[in-house]
């Protein structure tokens, strides 16, 4: 059964690494259907829209997305865009690889980061000339939602340690957030003992002291939508940026899958842009489509390639992107 | 004219880094006149109440107030507690000190985060059995006020670099959160303009890759309430931890100083706390009455004894709370 994936490039880098990712996906033969699609600043500037409906209706109805990044429109495609593939979660893991210079060189954690509701929820009013209000909104099905995901990662093995019983821990900020992280924290820890999987939590603030301290106390991380923006972020400062982030959008029967990093409009058509978040974003694709092979095998190139082949200049090299997207496809 | 001071030592080590701050206080034989009263688990624990009314109309009388930790119960005292002396912003300054084992030791930032709005305000409401909502809070009124504030801070040389010229950044959500922190972001860069302030922003998530990679770029962060409690704390991670930073909670004619640290109930009670984050807490009390000098010399005594004084456990030393207090006011 062939599996659609819309391709997005979008603005800057977006146009780079994204071939780069498609060439990585297009060498295993794999039954996949390429479709191009346009969204960004660039479209909005040709069109009128960042997001054309067709676009949004192309990925709703896809297999999968493989998104590049958006300039100043990025809310404005991202956001829609997750609602397109049905997105619950956000897997956002965060690792220091041997050979990339890194500020916590143990750092290895993955983010299971709410994905509809928090403060993104959007309802935002106007209330007066001084005031304005955002109605922030957590349900308990979301929550048990992201915390049976998360049960079902860690007990499949797929977080940090590889280990089923590894559990995780709940960041959030219940102290002062009493009803809507209160209902949170208490959905996803229930769900963590229903399912038999160790949990424990962090008030976000203290996280965020003490992932900088010491990341290797951390494994698999559940946050609310905001929490798990800011706190991945943070994590991705200590393995050395955003360069190598990839990220998945996970839904029920569709996901979309995206590198953290944004356009980087100072290198932006040189073609030396890094494009291994793109490329672990499609390592992500393979595996949520099922290839799980394949996308260990793109990872383990990734991580050969970052250890001593060649790199991009945000790496201290000089390779271009298709010398070390060469590199990768070499080593699958 | 004898200026109130309230001294609330509250939970855990609380009980030992309070008396050493007031200590240092007493050193200068100003016209202070020092009142106790209580708060926290233990207050709860004999009274029923984590906050009894006595303490908060004692605090809300005061000049000023020092408090040193509260555990279970924190949110229950801190967060009434910046009401009753009327604070808008919260001052947390990290600074990483010569001859004290920091992740960055380059890192010189103080944090002006919002104290009144944001998420704190704390509407919430149980909607169903599966919804709650947290209604957030944004006014024109405090966020101007915050960036006068700002603004004055930059202009008395305050800032990390000292330097009137300096500017602040403006971190916030408001790709996001278009309307509150859009009306944030708005006023505080209006107000920066309108008084001739340098201010540059960054998205709040962005920010907390920067910081870890490159903190000598920041100086004053200007933040909303959330944004400023969790950047403030991954501040500390960088500079080796919440032990040494203290926090001023600004109203207009009252002020409550506080350590940013917790009660660290594995260590209370053996004497053995680090009193360095209450003492600096207790210099800010300073600078707040006027006592400019003087806040000045407790500073560089600090900095005095955490290069070549005695050290507590947390610092790899073995000294006690009382050789170090002893010491700050030696070196006074
Ligand atoms: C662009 C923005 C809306 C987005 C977010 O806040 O989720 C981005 O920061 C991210 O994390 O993917
Ligand atoms: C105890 C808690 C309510 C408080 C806050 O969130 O403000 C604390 O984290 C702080 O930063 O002082």
Redesign the interface.
């Known amino acids: 059964m062939t599996d659609e994936i819309v391709v997005i490039e979008g603005d800057g880098i977006g146009r780079e690494v994204v071939p780069a990712a498609v060439e990585v996906l297009e060498s295993f033969e794999l039954d996949f259907e390429f479709v191009a699609a346009e969204a960004g600043d660039a479209t909005k500037a040709a069109t009128g829209e960042a997001l054309p409906a067709e676009t949004y209706d192309l990925v709703a109805d896809a297999d999968a997305t493989l998104f590049g990044a958006a300039g100043e429109t990025?809310?404005d495609v991202i956001?829609p865009l997750r609602e397109a593939v049905d997105s619950f979660v956000n897997v956002r893991p965060a690792k220091a690889y041997p050979g990339v210079d890194a500020?916590?060189p143990e750092t290895d954690v993955v983010f299971l980061r709410e994905n509809t509701e928090g403060?993104?929820a959007?309802h935002?009013?106007?209330l007066s000339?001084?005031?304005?209000?955002?109605?922030?909104?957590?349900?308990?099905?979301a929550s048990r939602e992201l915390a049976e995901y998360a049960c079902e990662f860690v007990r499949d093995g797929r977080g940090p340690a590889g280990d089923p019983d590894e559990g995780f821990t709940v960041a959030h900020?219940a102290?002062?957030?009493?009803?809507?992280d209160?209902?949170f924290r208490e959905e996803v820890l229930a769900v963590a003992d229903e399912r038999g999987v160790d949990a424990d939590e962090e008030l976000?603030?203290?996280f965020?002291?003490?992932?900088?301290?010491d990341p290797s106390q951390y494994g698999v991380i559940v946050c609310p939508n905001?929490a798990g923006?800011?706190?991945s972020?943070?994590a991705?400062?200590?393995v050395?940026?955003?360069g190598l982030l990839p990220s998945a959008n996970v839904g029920h029967e569709n996901g979309l899958f995206e590198p953290v990093h944004g356009t980087a409009p100072d290198i932006a058509g040189e073609g030396m842009a890094n494009p291994t978040a793109a490329v672990l974003s499609a390592a992500m694709l393979l595996e949520y489509l099922g290839h799980v092979e394949e996308g260990g095998r793109v990872r383990d190139a990734v991580e050969s390639v970052l250890a001593d082949g060649p790199r991009t200049g945000d790496l201290g090299g000089s390779a271009t992107t298709d010398e070390v997207t060469a590199a990768i496809v070499d080593r699958l």
Chains 1, 2 share one sequence.
């Not at 000339?129 to 099905?141: A, G, Y």
Request: aromatic share 2%; charged share 30%; glycine share 10%.
């Open positions: 990025a809310a956001l500020l916590r403060v993104y959007g935002e009013d106007r000339d001084d005031l304005s209000t955002l109605t922030r909104v957590v349900t308990s099905s900020k102290n002062v957030m009493r009803e809507t209160g209902r976000m603030d203290a965020a002291t003490k992932l900088p301290l905001l923006d800011v706190l972020d943070l991705a400062g200590l050395g940026g955003l």
